[in-house]
């Protein structure tokens, strides 16, 4: 953690950006201050839109498309960003000034590996020689933890998982050992039990190298272990700015006490299904391999009406897998998918149109699951078109009852493009996309693990609402365990492929557990910054969750 007599390296002073929409510019940040000294690790939090991302990028004297710096004082170690040459400020960044983006995935390029991409800064900015960025990307892969640390760079994107992408990432990020980095939501797509090792690792590697770090969030257990002091902002404003502990146990505005509440959100648990009753979707005894790989082992599990199974685990542990053989695009080497008592063909090619319809997905990221150069109408509108065959006037009806559903305004947002909504409408849009085929079962996929906490509680809610109104069975996948309490009735645990426990979330929740269980429990961040130091000195001395072994590893 910093020094506060530490001297100052970044200095941002009336700090003021404006977007573009139709030609016309508006503020969206609006006369925000920045200190930050050498060694320090500041949290900026707060809710979709608040300025968050878009100050962490000003702090490299960059503003993405649509956007301007039109006010205020950048000072990184003496030199104005805001002044200086373009040049000037391209040879900081990568080199004196890192940043590392929520999406690793969609960060790396995927037809280079992973140590090439790492070894072009490095190169480019004159720090080291090709053979020298390769042995240093081996070391630091190594103290990010990484698995075959002197093999994982010649790997390529798709062929590693989420959290050690992440790593990867950060490890890039250190490739030029810069004074300042941009965290900008580096472990929000992460598992509960690879976050904790991701969250070390930067931890200590910013401790290592004494670089000063801008670390955003919308997590704040998570900024609780990471920051000395926090700045909470609020539509482009800063809210109140204090020392982590300081403002963990004393917020002083309604605002960011808001923020603190929103954790307490939980869904009672719904009775039991009868025994009589068919459940909308069983797995049984399901084998499923990628190749002659196997990722799924005998799984069986049932989801009913008017009820949300939550499917945990970490990173590899057959979760998404489980989705895909359900729906047909994975097909199962045994073992059966029935739905409503009626086996389901294996493959999807060979299903009906309405079985196909029976089952819709929401996807984790929005961003890339809408196609950006269509408009909301053209993207609720092609389900409503293909499955119920609606034209014209009806059609259009259709997509604006859809938009009513989601709580959004049909006149305003029915001819938006998805660049033109927050994250959080952008999720709305893809629910009412599944709602449109008018489906019985809705699979979710980590639907709400980029959103802020404010918004994913409102989605929670909606889907909560949604699934009464309709009588749909969801199955719900996520690492986050404060998620499954507000959204499910049953829980089936995952490791390697395997159910390693199931059942009703009260059960589910009270020890005694099973082993993996407890680790994932165990893994669940807390608002106390002593939090990580504790968990950690409990496993290294064999305590909860110790001889577990990770997924992600």
Request: aromatic share 6%; net charge negative; with cysteine.
């Amino acid at each position: 953690m910093g020094q506060t007599d530490n001297p100052v390296l970044l200095s941002i002073r009336g700090l003021r950006i404006e977007g573009r929409s139709d030609e016309t510019w508006s503020e969206i940040v609006k006369g925000v201050d920045l200190t930050l000294r050498r060694g320090e690790v500041l949290g900026l939090i707060g809710e979709s839109g608040a300025g968050k991302s878009t100050i962490g990028l000003a702090a490299m004297g960059f503003a993405r498309d649509g956007c301007r710096i039109s006010g205020g004082t950048i000072d990184f170690d003496g030199i104005d960003l805001r002044t200086a040459p373009m040049a000037e400020c391209r040879a900081l960044r990568g080199k004196r000034i890192a940043y590392v983006a929520q999406s690793a995935a969609a960060s790396f390029n995927p037809a280079h590996r992973l140590i090439d991409q790492y070894s072009e800064g490095p190169v480019q900015h004159g720090v080291m020689s090709r053979d020298q960025a390769e042995h240093d990307a081996k070391e630091l892969y190594r103290r990010m933890h990484l698995p075959t640390p002197d093999e994982i760079g010649f790997r390529y994107p798709h062929q590693v998982s989420g959290g050690q992408l992440q790593r990867a990432m950060t490890a890039m990020a250190m490739a030029c050992r810069p004074d300042l980095i941009i965290f900008d939501e580096p472990t929000t797509a992460l598992d509960v039990t690879t976050q904790i090792e991701v969250l070390a690792s930067i931890r200590d590697i910013v401790d290592q190298f004494g670089t000063a770090a801008i670390y955003i969030t919308h997590d704040l257990a998570v900024v609780a272990q990471m920051a000395d002091s926090i700045k909470v902002l609020l539509h482009g404003e800063e809210v109140e700015e204090a020392d982590t502990r300081t403002m963990l146990s004393h917020p002083q505005e309604a605002y960011t006490k808001s923020l603190w509440a929103v954790r307490s959100l939980e869904r009672p648990e719904q009775p039991p299904a009868g025994p009589d009753e068919v459940p909308v979707v069983s797995v049984r005894n399901v084998t499923a391999a990628y190749g002659a790989v196997p990722v799924l082992k005998d799984v069986s599990f049932d989801i009913h009406s008017r009820r949300t199974v939550a499917v945990v685990g970490e990173s590899g542990s057959g979760k998404s897998t489980a989705a895909r053989v359900i729906t047909g695009l994975l097909p199962p080497l045994s073992g059966t998918v029935m739905f409503e008592g009626q086996e389901l063909p294996k493959d999807y090619r060979n299903r009906s149109k309405d079985q196909l319809r029976q089952a819709q997905m929401i996807y984790q990221m929005a961003d890339t699951a809408l196609n950006p150069k269509h408009k909301i109408r053209e993207i609720i509108g092609r389900s409503v078109q293909f499955y119920l065959g609606l034209q014209g006037r009806q059609l259009t009806e259709r997509v604006r009852q859809l938009l009513d559903l989601i709580e959004l305004e049909p006149d305003q947002f029915i001819d938006r493009l998805p660049s033109e909504l927050s994250g959080g409408q952008k999720q709305r849009i893809g629910i009412a996309r599944a709602l449109a085929a008018e489906p019985r079962f809705i699979i979710c996929d980590e639907v709400t693990s980029a959103l802020d906490q404010l918004v994913a509680e409102g989605i929670l809610k909606l889907l909560n609402r949604l699934q009464a109104e309709f009588n749909l069975a969801y199955m719900f996948i996520t690492h986050d365990l404060a998620t499954v309490r507000a959204i499910a009735d049953e829980v089936v645990v995952m490791k390697e492929g395997v159910v390693v426990e199931q059942g009703g979330k009260t059960e589910m929740f009270r020890p005694p557990h099973d082993p993996y269980t407890e680790l994932l429990l165990s893994s669940v961040p807390e608002m106390d910054p002593d939090w990580l130091d504790r968990l950690l000195a409990e496993r290294a001395a064999g305590g909860a969750g110790a001889g577990v072994k990770s997924a992600d590893n």
